[in-house]
């Protein structure tokens, strides 16, 4: 008997990371992904961040908020870690950071998904990952979903037709 593939959704501030047979998938628009797959153990997950970085970070007892991409990549790396792994191994996908609130950018001069494209790749680099796969930026949102079980992306922009990524 086939054994099940369980699907998982990925909300706004929501982060997986595991080896079951699970198929992550999230809807971004101006928030961010990363995708990590190690294509030897097929271990790895998702994140989905809203934020650069948590602006009560240097208070005291402020606890791991994975809504802001620190505090996320904070989560991955205690994973890797508990994987016995690093960085260097896993496949990463970076996604989204669209321009959604074109209104929003012209009153306060803020462009939210450029900061978090900003954020992603300089935590990327500071960790040790390289992308694998990148789509970024533009004014369109998002489907992504990883297959855990072969590293497999699936990416759709807007209305337009799925992207298979397979894991290389």
């Known amino acids: 008997m086939a054994e099940s593939v369980s699907e998982h959704y990925l909300y706004p501030g929501g982060i997986w990371f595991g080896s079951r047979k699970t198929q992550l998938r999230t809807l ?15 271990v790895g997950g998702m994140c989905h961040y809203l934020l650069p970085e948590n602006p009560l970070k240097d208070r005291i007892g402020v606890h791991e908020d994975t809504r802001y991409a620190d505090h996320a990549m904070r989560t991955f790396l205690r994973g890797i870690k508990k994987a016995r792994t690093c960085p260097m191994d896993y496949q990463v996908g970076l996604f989204g950071g669209g321009n959604m609130f074109t ?5 306060w001069s803020v462009d ?7 954020a992603g790749y300089l935590l990327l680099q500071r960790s040790g990952f390289a992308t694998t796969y990148e789509d ?33």
């Open 136 to 168: 970024l930026g533009g004014k369109v949102h998002r489907q992504i979903t990883l297959d855990m079980s072969n590293g497999t992306l699936f990416l759709r922009r807007g209305t337009e037709q799925t992207l298979v990524l397979p894991a290389l």
């Open 103 to 107: 209104a929003l950018e012209r009153e």
């Open 112 to 118: 939210i998904g450029s900061r978090n494209i900003a």
């Open 28 to 42: 971004l628009g101006s928030c961010v992904a990363i995708t990590l797959w190690h294509p030897g153990l097929r």
